[in-house]
């Protein structure tokens, strides 16, 4: 059975850091694709980073420069560090893992496998 779960949210102010952590169980990090997405209310979820077995990655645009996505295979745990937080960051951020063939490109979440339960990070201004 596979579980990840993510730890981690919470609410800061503009500007500040919070670091997400998902750990997996049932599912081996380290020879998948693996990601976090966010879903603001309104609004679709969304791919946020994605890290390959290879430990190459992806961002949406919008996180370039702030977000560094990161896993320790020893740990069986994906990372989000998340820097310069801005309000619009604001959203439920899940963790998800899928097929290595997607990872090449941010997946859309239809190909997606498998989702942690969230973690809500809120941003004030």
């Known amino acids: 059975q596979v579980q990840l779960v993510e730890s981690g949210g919470g609410s800061v102010q503009a500007g500040g850091s919070l670091r997400l952590s998902c750990t997996a169980s049932?599912?081996?990090?380290?020879?998948?694709?693996m990601g976090w997405f966010r879903q603001a209310p309104g609004k679709e979820r969304e791919g946020v980073a994605i890290i390959n077995s290879n430990g190459s990655t992806r961002y949406i645009n919008s996180v370039k420069g702030r977000f560094t996505i990161s896993q320790d295979n020893a740990k069986n745990t994906l990372y989000l560090q998340m820097n310069s937080l801005k309000p619009e960051d604001t959203a439920m951020y899940y963790c998800a893992a899928t097929s290595r063939v997607y990872c090449y490109t941010l997946p859309s979440k239809e190909r997606i496998a498998y989702w942690g339960q969230g973690t809500q990070v809120t941003v004030s201004s």
């Open positions: 049932g599912y081996s990090s380290s020879s998948a694709c």
